[in-house]
């Protein structure tokens, strides 16, 4: 491969964004950023500090320095992170910690697929393809409990439903980077497909965008 080729994947919580990237990084030989998990580690970095998650100055010193082996934390994908790292995320400072890195990542050689909420946006906004995956609220939710009941966290799919609505919310409105779709992005609904069709679908998408 000689160009650079850079894809972002965008989408709400649940919506099979991660899935779909970790594809696409396989189809294309291109490293891989999950960068939920990067809000999702500062968010474990607060609860480990006992600080109050208002405080976007100490979030934001603990954005700039947590451990990259917190990356591989199990925490990181317990609903109470999922949870605060969307509260942490619409700090203004832990986005700026946490935006080089980002691009960084993006800019490598060959390219990356990176997935989040501004990756199309803000991250990556001259990306060679942008694809914004969505769902049904009521299919995220069906899928998010069954991901974290089979991680050996039962959880209630009504209350699962209520924090997913809480999480878009906060996620859209926020002032910093909110999660919107990108003018020139291809919104993938996932609500009645199979993992497969999805996949299938996304490259579709980046290979008509490579040309
Ligand atoms: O994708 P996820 O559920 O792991 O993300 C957790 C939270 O992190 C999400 O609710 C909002 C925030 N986030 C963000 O603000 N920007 C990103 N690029 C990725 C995640």
Same mark, same amino acid.
């Given at each position: 491969?000689? +160009? &650079? =080729? @850079? @894809? +972002?994947?965008?989408?709400? +919580? #649940? &919506?099979?964004?991660?899935? @779909? /990237?970790? #594809? =696409? /990084?396989?189809?294309?030989s291109l490293p891989h950023l999950d960068t939920g998990a990067l809000y999702r580690a500062v968010a474990v970095a607060v609860i480990a500090d006992g600080c109050d998650p208002a405080n976007a100055g100490r979030a934001a010193a603990l954005a700039e320095n947590f451990p990259d082996s917190l990356l591989a934390d199990p925490q990181l994908r317990s609903r109470q992170a999922g949870a605060l790292a969307s509260v942490v995320s619409a700090h203004p400072e832990v986005r700026a910690a946490l935006l080089q890195r980002q691009r960084h990542f993006a800019a490598q050689p060959g390219g990356a697929v990176l997935d989040g909420r501004d990756v199309g946006t803000v991250i990556a906004p001259d990306a060679t393809a942008k694809l914004f995956v969505t769902a049904d609220v009521a299919e995220r939710a069906r899928r998010r409990t069954l991901e974290l009941t089979g991680r050996g966290e039962p959880s209630d799919q009504a209350a699962i439903l209520a924090d997913l609505e809480a999480r878009d919310a906060r996620d859209s409105s926020r002032a910093s980077a909110p999660l919107k779709v990108a003018p020139d992005a291809v919104v993938i609904d996932t609500t009645g497909l199979g993992i497969e069709d999805a996949i299938a679908a996304a490259i579709a998408a980046v290979d008509k965008a490579i040309g």
């Amino acid at each position: 491969m000689t +160009a &650079s =080729l @850079i @894809i +972002a994947v965008d989408g709400p +919580a #649940a &919506s099979g964004k991660g899935t @779909i /990237a970790k #594809a =696409l /990084a396989r189809h294309y030989s291109l490293p891989h950023l999950d960068t939920g998990a990067l809000y999702r580690a500062v968010a474990v970095a607060v609860i480990a500090d006992g600080c109050d998650p208002a405080n976007a100055g100490r979030a934001a010193a603990l954005a700039e320095n947590f451990p990259d082996s917190l990356l591989a934390d199990p925490q990181l994908r317990s609903r109470q992170a999922g949870a605060l790292a969307s509260v942490v995320s619409a700090h203004p400072e832990v986005r700026a910690a946490l935006l080089q890195r980002q691009r960084h990542f993006a800019a490598q050689p060959g390219g990356a697929v990176l997935d989040g909420r501004d990756v199309g946006t803000v991250i990556a906004p001259d990306a060679t393809a942008k694809l914004f995956v969505t769902a049904d609220v009521a299919e995220r939710a069906r899928r998010r409990t069954l991901e974290l009941t089979g991680r050996g966290e039962p959880s209630d799919q009504a209350a699962i439903l209520a924090d997913l609505e809480a999480r878009d919310a906060r996620d859209s409105s926020r002032a910093s980077a909110p999660l919107k779709v990108a003018p020139d992005a291809v919104v993938i609904d996932t609500t009645g497909l199979g993992i497969e069709d999805a996949i299938a679908a996304a490259i579709a998408a980046v290979d008509k965008a490579i040309g």
